[in-house]
């Protein structure tokens, strides 16, 4: 089960993570509420590296893979997360110039039942993802953290119809996991993304519902999710 707080924009946001598998930090995620520039990015990271005990993923809407390329080395990301709708492209071209060792992570963006890239799914797989996170868009049209749930039973017909494993994106708190039970004893499934439920009415990460959360995933503990 690995879980992964996204989000983090300060050094007390990376402590507040502790006992997480994977902390994220946005970078090129125009409008995005944690969105760090370049030297922000970097200052982050570090505090990361530091903490040693969880992965960097840098998750981001770039396109471009030169960008990509180098806000993986000034971070030091060993994940790259591609939010959006990069093509295939930006997947093998980032997976032929990245540093060995990083593990590439496409989202697959559902509206309801259907996922928005459905025919690009085998194509995302032969460029070089790794791993496929699946996250809810809204009716608008809104991607990242929306806090908006998934259906279970269309996570898992999509999950049935590709061959990486996957984690899950999309309101999720403590009390999710018994309503994706089916979802978790999946074969492929990896673990979870959180983002809006580990944070206070400030907007920063809370240590305490980080806790909750992690026990709740990793132990069976039911939990409530926070208003």
């Avoid at 502790?18 to 982050?44: C, T």
């Avoid at 060792?101 to 309801?112: F, I």
């Avoid at 206070?200 to 990460?205: E, H, L, V, Y």
Wanted: glycine share 12%.
């Amino acid at each position: 089960m690995i879980i992964k707080v996204c989000g983090a924009t300060t050094e007390q946001d990376v402590a507040s993570a502790a006992g997480a598998d994977l902390v994220g930090l946005w970078h090129a995620v125009p409008g995005g509420h944690a969105n760090l520039g370049l030297s922000r990015l970097i200052g982050v990271a570090a505090a990361v590296r530091r903490d040693r005990r969880a992965c960097l993923v840098l998750v981001t809407f770039e396109t471009d893979p030169g960008r990509l390329l180098e806000a993986v080395a000034v971070s030091g990301a060993s994940w790259v997360q591609l939010h959006g709708y990069q093509p295939p492209g930006t997947v093998r071209a980032l997976r032929r110039t990245a540093p060995r060792g990083t593990t590439l992570m496409k989202v697959l963006h559902m509206r309801g039942e259907q996922c928005q890239e459905q025919s690009l799914v085998e194509a995302y797989q032969r460029a070089g993802t790794d791993v496929f996170l699946i996250d809810a868009v809204t009716e608008d049209g809104c991607v990242g953290s929306t806090a908006s749930s998934l259906d279970p039973g269309a996570v898992l017909a999509l999950a049935d119809r590709v061959r990486l494993p996957f984690m899950l994106a999309g309101g999720l708190g403590p009390a999710s996991r018994e309503r994706l039970r089916d979802v978790v004893a999946h074969p492929r499934f990896l673990g979870i993304d959180v983002d809006s439920a580990i944070r206070g009415s400030d907007g920063r990460i809370r240590r305490d519902r980080v806790r909750d959360l992690l026990h709740a995933w990793r132990e069976g503990r039911n939990g409530g999710d926070p208003v």
